[in-house]
Nanobody, 118 residues
Framework: QVQLVESGGGLVQPGGSLRLSCAAS????????MGWYRQAPGKQREMIAT???????KYADSVKGRFTISRDNAKNTVYLQMNSLNPEDTAAYYC????????????WGQGTQVTVSS
């Protein structure tokens, strides 16, 4: 069992920045590919960024060049640095952990709200 706790969401003006954090506990962090997803009202949850234990990253086209995912295995934490935010980035952001060997083992955090508005 893995517990994921997100933090760092809030209200930010267009063009601003936020850094989300996701602290993991309950299993060996380095066994998991970590990811950030988001879900806006009335829309499906979408992948934003993922990072493997080896540091390989993937990004959604909508955030490439603006968002950066990183992880600190010593702190069991994954981060999402979000720059140049715009109102379309408004959503609930969720942390995800997928076991790199047993892909059926996956977990979600409770989410943190990001609102981009002037």
């Amino acid at each position: 069992q893995v517990q994921l706790v997100e933090s760092g969401g809030g209200l930010v003006q267009p063009g601003g920045s936020l850094r989300l954090s996701c602290a993991a506990s309950g299993d060996i962090f380095r066994l998991y590919t970590m990811g950030w997803y988001r879900q806006a009202p009335g829309k499906q949850r979408e992948m934003i960024a993922t990072i493997t234990n080896a540091g390989s990253t993937k990004y959604a086209d909508s955030v490439k060049g603006r968002f950066t995912i990183s992880r600190d295995n010593a702190k069991n934490t994954v981060y999402l640095q979000m720059n140049s935010l715009n109102p379309e980035d408004t959503a609930a952001y969720y942390c995800n952990a997928v076991h790199e060997i047993f892909g059926r083992l996956y977990y979600w955090g409770q989410g943190t709200q990001v609102t981009v508005s002037s």
